[in-house]
């Protein structure tokens, strides 16, 4: 059978077509396998980099030898940090970063734990709950002996040295506390507070911890989440007052600009 050369030129072009449509497609496919890798190690690159410029890993646990390496959103934290407290810390705001799916916590504790129920480990628990609240002084330093805090160092105000007297007091195994705390002979005027812009995993990893620490809500079951420095709390409260405290004590933790309790009444 003759085929014109017309004919032979259209079966040419419809072959071509085949050819190319079928490399493109394996070329496009081969694309999306790399292309999915690809992401994925830069999400775990976001997220590393995310939890190294937190605000608490800059501030509170800047002195820990602590490293971060993510895989598919699976962080595992190694090194050594100075307590249980900041080992927890560190977990609790890699948690909250965008991409992470779970953290193993390796983290190693720098000489051995104090004892549980200890003056020493009374302490640590104090010192923790005092450290994310912006009207507790920097300064202030933490005594313990037979379960009764010492609380030193230089408060603003009175109601600033009243304010941590009642935050010492709040945590549990406190049996009393002595705020030997002095103030400068014209107490300090303090303005209106701007809320400090801090990333949303550190603030919220400060409100568990908070939350954690104080006796009064630390048997809480409380979801926590913050976007853009506004916190909303889950969960249930025995009655009101407990509920307006949860309020209150989040209310003064660093970075939040405000807050939307729809804790329920149990």
Known sequence: M???????????????????????????????KISAPVRASE??????????????????????????????????????VANASRK????????????VKSVDNRLGIKGASPTPNSDAWLSEKVRTALL????????TTVYVQDGIVTLRG???TQAQKELTTEYAKDVEGVKDVKNEMTMPPTPKTTSEFVAESIDDASITAQVKMTLLY?????????????????????????NATEKELVTKLVNDIHGVKSINNRMTID
């Open 154 to 156: 230089e408060a603003a």
């Open 88 to 99: 927890a810390l560190a977990q609790e705001t890699v948690a909250g970063l965008p991409g």
């Open 132 to 139: 994310f609240h912006r009207n507790v002084s920097g300064s």
């Open 2 to 32: 003759k085929v014109s050369k017309a004919m032979y030129c259209v079966v040419l072009m419809v072959a071509a077509v085949g050819l190319f449509g079928g490399c493109a497609t394996s070329t496009r496919r081969s694309t999306e």
């Open 214 to 238: 104080h006796r009064s809500t630390s048997a809480l079951r409380t979801k926590v989440e913050t976007n853009e420095g506004v916190v909303t709390l889950d969960g249930k409260a025995k």
């Open 43 to 80: 999400m775990d690159d976001r997220i590393e980099s995310s939890a190294r410029r937190s605000y608490v890993f800059k501030t509170y646990l800047q002195g820990d030898d602590i490293k971060i390496s993510s895989k598919d959103g699976v962080v595992t934290l190694t090194g050594v």
